[in-house]
């Protein structure tokens, strides 16, 4: 969808991309270590500056203590902390159980190491989870729970009561349970974030993935991280260096500098931001007949896009780019199930300008 929008010169609501500035402290960052000449490999687990700085922050945001020198690693983006993570601590043939509607990458890494990702559906339009489908969904072949909070595509964000519901779970069958945080400061309506790994009895079976691609809206830099037991992390280091060697050795002095250098408000401000673009764009999906499903937290909508001519939701967005210039991801990309043919999914980490552009379009439809 985003090559088809270029072609048409449209406003791509469909990847992810987050064009929006990024802070002054992380690009002074990135473009000094260049200037000084930072530009080789880094330690397999990152700079000390940066461990240190998500140490920092893990502890002021997340709850969670984690020590710089065997408990963190940076990694090559988030998708990079999971499929390194799965590589160390899965075997082909075990079951990995996933949150439908679910992110793309997370399903199909599973596929891509021989394990077998199980979805368990959430209960539109509010995506509440069914604790006894959860428990149906467990075998004796379960070795792991990925919980993405806030959530892509859907913008679910777990409440205290389920991720308790879920770590008993963990608890009682011996799973890991992988965290994907990435959208963790994109929060909406007073909600609070909260890590899984903060909870009792979930510290040592918890790895928490999360890094600045998003926050910082640096997505090209490919820097993310993962803290872990330091029982588990060696091995999962171990992986990401035969895979990844390390994130850019640049990009981590810029990160770095965007950690330490960025005021509370900076987050606090952001989260204003996106709630004012969720905001704006649920109105424009609304009144474009497009019923929005509106999100806690990330920076994605699923609408309802019956309405649209299409049998396939990969159609429905061909449809609604021709008529509007708008792209959206199709439904169908979030689930193993026939469940998101009649969903679209919109993106508004986007430039203002471009976000007033596409509304307007959509009002239009």
């Given at each position: 969808m985003s090559v088809e929008c270029d072609r048409i010169g449209g406003v791509n609501l469909a990847q992810g991309v987050c064009d929006t500035e990024l802070p002054p402290p992380a690009a002074r960052?990135?473009?000094?270590?260049?200037d000084r000449g930072l530009n080789t490999y880094t330690r397999l687990d990152g700079i000390a500056p940066l461990r240190a700085a998500i140490a920092a922050k893990l502890s002021a945001f997340n709850g969670i203590r984690a020590d710089p020198e065997t408990e963190i690693l940076v990694t090559s983006g988030a998708t990079?902390?999971?499929?390194?993570?799965?590589?160390?601590?899965?075997?082909?043939?075990?079951?990995?159980?996933?949150?439908?509607?679910?992110?793309?990458?997370?399903?199909?890494?599973m596929l891509s190491l021989r394990a077998v990702p199980v979805a368990v559906t959430l209960d539109a339009p509010n995506w509440h989870l069914d604790l006894d489908r959860l428990r149906a969904a467990i075998t004796p072949?379960?070795?792991?729970?990925?919980?993405?909070?806030?959530?892509?595509?859907?913008?679910?964000?777990?409440s205290l009561a389920e991720l308790e519901a879920i770590a008993a779970l963990a608890i009682e069958h011996d799973l890991f349970v992988f965290t994907d945080e990435i959208y963790e400061y994109f929060l909406f309506d007073?909600?609070?974030?909260?890590?899984?790994?903060?909870?009792?009895?979930?510290?040592?079976?918890?790895?928490?993935?999360?890094?600045?691609?998003?926050?910082?809206?640096?997505?090209?830099?490919?820097?993310?991280?993962?803290?872990?037991?330091?029982?588990?992390?060696?091995?999962?280091?171990?992986?990401?260096?035969?895979?990844y060697i390390c994130?850019?050795?640049?990009?981590q002095y810029g990160a770095a500098a965007g950690l330490i250098g960025l005021p509370a408000a900076f987050y606090s401000d952001l989260a204003r931001e996106y709630q004012h673009k969720r905001d704006q764009l649920c109105a424009a999906l609304t009144d474009a007949g497009l019923a929005p499903s509106v999100p806690e937290g990330a920076y994605y909508v699923l609408a309802d896009?019956?309405?649209?001519?299409?049998?396939?939701?990969?159609?429905?967005?061909?449809?609604?780019?021709?008529?509007?210039?708008?792209?959206?991801?199709?439904?169908?990309?979030f689930f193993a199930s026939d469940g998101g043919e009649n969903l679209l999914r919109f993106c508004f980490g986007k430039q203002p300008e471009a976000l007033d552009r596409a509304c307007a379009a959509l009002r239009k439809l």
């Open positions: 960052g990135a473009v000094d270590a260049i990079g902390a999971l499929y390194t993570a799965a590589l160390a601590l899965l075997d082909p043939g075990d079951e990995v159980i996933l949150f439908e509607p679910f992110y793309g990458y997370h399903w199909n890494t072949r379960t070795r792991a729970i990925l919980v993405n909070t806030p959530s892509n595509p859907c913008g679910k964000v777990f007073g909600r609070r974030h909260i890590s899984l790994a903060t909870l009792p009895g979930m510290s040592e079976r918890t790895i928490t993935i999360s890094g600045l691609s998003k926050t910082f809206s640096i997505t090209g830099w490919r820097v993310g991280y993962l803290t872990a037991s330091s029982r588990w992390l060696p091995t999962i280091g171990y992986f990401h260096d035969l895979v994130a850019p050795g640049p990009f896009a019956t309405r649209i001519a299409g049998r396939t939701a990969a159609e429905k967005a061909r449809t609604l780019l021709a008529a509007t210039g708008v792209a959206a991801v199709a439904g169908s990309a």
